[in-house]
T-cell receptor, first 114, second 112 residues
Framework: SQTIHQWPATLVQPVGSPLSLECTVE??????LYWYRQAAGRGLQLLFY??????ISSEVPQNLSASRPQDRQFILSSKKLLLSDSGFYLC?????????????FGSGTRLTVV | AQKVTQAQTEISVVEKEDVTLDCVYETRDTTYYLFWYKQPPSGELVFLIRRNSFDEQNEISGRYSWNFQKSTSSFNFTITASQVVDSAVYFCALSSGNQFYFGTGTSLTVIP
């Protein structure tokens, strides 16, 4: 069966420090991968999605970046965190036909920038 | 434009009451899917149900039921005999044109 792992679960980082959140998927090949952020208002905002290795699409311009070095690995990064980067970050995967399958989400990372 | 609206931001009910969470969507596509996800306090989003646009048959799963009506573009979710463990944020979502659109969520609190 397919599983998705996301870590760390919680993170407190000072302003200006770098960030690296990792997400891996098991039990499937060539998944579509996504990073979402959920700010205090509870809305889910799509940050990045990837349909293959090295293929990253950005939905919202900001100081975050994403990379997909391997088929089932998706990394969210920042060189210098801002206070506004605080939030709950969710990684998700879907099959090639997102339309029908929907997402499977990771357990999330709660990031607090201080 | 594609859009999902969950007008209820917060709902509180007393345990054992029934509660309905509303979801209204907009899309011009004829083929689309609708979803409900549950987000408990732990934060993880848990898949509850998926319906396709050609299947308006209502569905019941235990205490959960869903009412899909294309005529009103609604996909409402009812919890019968609510329990404290149902306390969570519930998201309705639309999958259309290979994009995914979430509502802003409804926070449900079940009071013991």
């Amino acid at each position: 069966s397919q599983t998705i792992h996301q870590w760390p679960a919680t993170l407190v980082q000072p302003v200006g420090s770098p960030l690296s959140l990792e997400c891996t998927v098991e039990g499937t090949s060539n998944p579509n991968l996504y990073w979402y952020r959920q700010a205090a208002g509870r809305g889910l905002q799509l940050l990045f999605y990837s349909v293959g290795i090295g293929q990253i699409s950005s939905e919202v311009p900001q100081n975050l970046s994403a990379s997909r070095p391997q088929d089932r690995q998706f990394i969210l990064s920042s060189k210098k965190l801002l206070l506004s980067d605080s939030g709950f970050y969710l990684c998700a995967w879907s099959g090639p036909r997102l339309l029908a399958g929907g997402y499977t989400f990771g357990s999330g990372t709660r990031l607090t920038v201080v | 434009a594609q859009k999902v609206t969950q007008a209820q931001t917060e709902i509180s009910v007393v345990e054992k009451e029934d509660v309905t969470l509303d979801c209204v969507y907009e899309t011009r596509d004829t083929t689309y899917y609708l979803f409900w996800y549950k987000q408990p306090p732990s934060g993880e989003l848990v898949f509850l149900i998926r319906r396709n646009s050609f299947d308006e048959q209502n569905e019941i799963s235990g205490r959960y039921s869903w009412n899909f009506q294309k005529s009103t573009s609604s996909f409402n979710f009812t919890i019968t005999a609510s329990q404290v463990v149902d306390s969570a944020v519930y998201f309705c979502a639309l999958s259309s044109g290979n994009q995914f659109y979430f509502g802003t969520g409804t926070s449900l609190t079940v009071i013991p």
